[in-house]
């Protein structure tokens, strides 16, 4: 199957302070990308969808400044969290589709865990 | 509004055995795609098995298999020969067809006895 990198696995960092978080699609390009939040023991909360070339669409209640998403070319999609503050917390995950008109599955990263001090 | 509802937070099983995970889901859609995905404590999101709701043939990937019932809007999961590995998170996923975004359950956690 296709295979979606995400790094880092994991990232500690201090209150006040930005982390990128980088999604790549190795064996295929992916025209759409999603990114997810995940609280522990809890399901997938959609976060914004990025199309390659285009502005990301976020979802209701997701702050755009703060979740900066850059979907710069057909295999990368970056996350940047803006001044991470403690409740910024969480486990991200990407995920990546190459057609979705056509290609109705989902792959997806392995996830980052994010402890913002 | 598009929702996917597992009732079940947790359920156990031994080992070769056979469980079945629920799943219901709200729609006014006619075409669409469903699925179950699988989060082992690694965390990596896995597929198990599709189904497009055009078709009244439940899908089957060796041991997983679904009872997709269209009219009742219910697609539950059913795991034969239950294997330790099996041991994870279990996520029902809806999406409707040629539009962008998958809609998740709130999970089942799957505990295998050995």
């Known amino acids: 199957g296709a295979v979606v990198s995400q790094h880092p696995s994991r990232v500690i960092c201090k209150s006040g302070t930005s982390v990128k978080i980088e999604c790549r699609s190795l064996d295929f390009q992916a025209t759409t990308m999603f990114w997810y939040r995940q609280f522990p023991k809890q399901s997938l909360m959609l976060m914004a969808t990025?199309?390659?070339?285009?502005?990301?669409?976020?979802e209701q209640g997701v702050e755009k400044d703060k979740f900066l998403i850059n979907h710069a070319s057909l295999t990368l999609s970056t996350l940047t969290v803006t001044s991470a503050h403690p409740e910024d917390s969480s486990f991200y995950i990407c995920s990546a589709s190459a057609d979705f008109a056509t290609n109705e599955k989902l792959f997806f990263g392995s996830g980052t865990q994010l402890s913002v001090l | 509004a598009q929702t996917v509802t597992q009732s079940q937070p947790e359920m156990s099983v031994q080992e070769a055995e056979t469980v079945t995970l629920s799943c219901t889901y709200d729609t006014s859609e006619s075409d669409y795609y469903l699925f179950w995905y699988k989060q082992p404590p690694s965390r990596q999101m896995i597929l198990v098995i599709r189904?497009?709701?055009?078709?009244?043939q439940n899908a089957t990937e060796n041991r997983f298999s679904v009872n997709f019932q269209k009219a009742a809007k219910s697609f539950s999961l059913k795991i034969s020969d239950s294997q330790l590995g099996d041991a994870a998170m279990y996520f029902c996923a809806y999406r409707v067809y040629n539009f962008n975004k998958f809609y998740f359950g709130s999970g089942t956690k799957l505990n295998v006895k050995p």
């Open positions: 189904q497009e709701a055009y078709k009244q």
């Open positions: 990025s199309n390659e070339g285009s502005k990301a669409t976020y």
